[in-house]
């Protein structure tokens, strides 16, 4: 069973069609990497995905649960679009971490907010809520400590390198236990030095199972870790298949265009 199933999505900003039409599936514990050129319409198809942007056509499941259907005239409220987020877990490329609290405080935000509001509303007494905020911070911690930032839990962002930062986005977005985790260019604002510590960590998720989809420039790093490839040029799927297909023998002339001018950077 797939773990993602996406068909035909198309999304348009005013007169501008972003995506056209983007069809493709992927297995549970598989990584799948998106390449392409700027304005090509990788980071608008991740956030349709995590449902910051709303598709204009098409369908989104995840396991056998249609969470987003456009021809089915699928009115989401609020918060019926958060409990559809919580399928994705996304790392942004500007980290977006919060400046005013410390690193376990990001870490255990979002779900101290969310289970507090399910305790809450199942009527839960004092005494459940704090056992769930206390098992919140030991999953933090122990969050921390795998991506190898469990000596740092007091600091603030400001205190932390770049490279640090994208290691704590990256504990955040896995606080929710989501089913797929998403990479919108993890490591494209980070000085090279800083890059390598991001991509072991995103290596060692595969190694773990972690089902994600992973929008990056890193070419090397993008063979090494996929599954499955897709290039994207113009909104559409230009290319796509194993690693090897695509960065060894790809068919498209646009594809060859560039991942000459990837390897040539």
Known sequence: MNMLEVQNLTK??????????????LKQGEVLVIIGSSGSGKTTLLRCLNFLEQAD????SVGDEEI???SGKMNLSDHAMRDRRLHFGLVFQSFNLFPQHTVLKNVTLAPTLYQTAQLKKAKAGRNAIKEAKAAIETQGRALLEMVGLSEKVDEYPCRL?????QR???ARALALNPDILCFDEPTSALDPELTGEVLRVIRSLKDQGRTMVVVTHEMEFARGVADHVIYMADGIIEEEGTPEEVFGSPKSEKTKAFLA?????
């Open 261 to 265: 001018a990837g390897y040539n950077r």
């Open 12 to 25: 348009s900003f005013g007169s501008h069609q972003v995506l056209k039409g983007v069809s493709f599936s």
């Open 68 to 70: 987003f259907n456009a």
């Open 57 to 60: 056509g098409g369908s989104i």
């Open 161 to 165: 390198s770049g490279g640090q930062q």
């Open 168 to 170: 704590v986005a990256i």
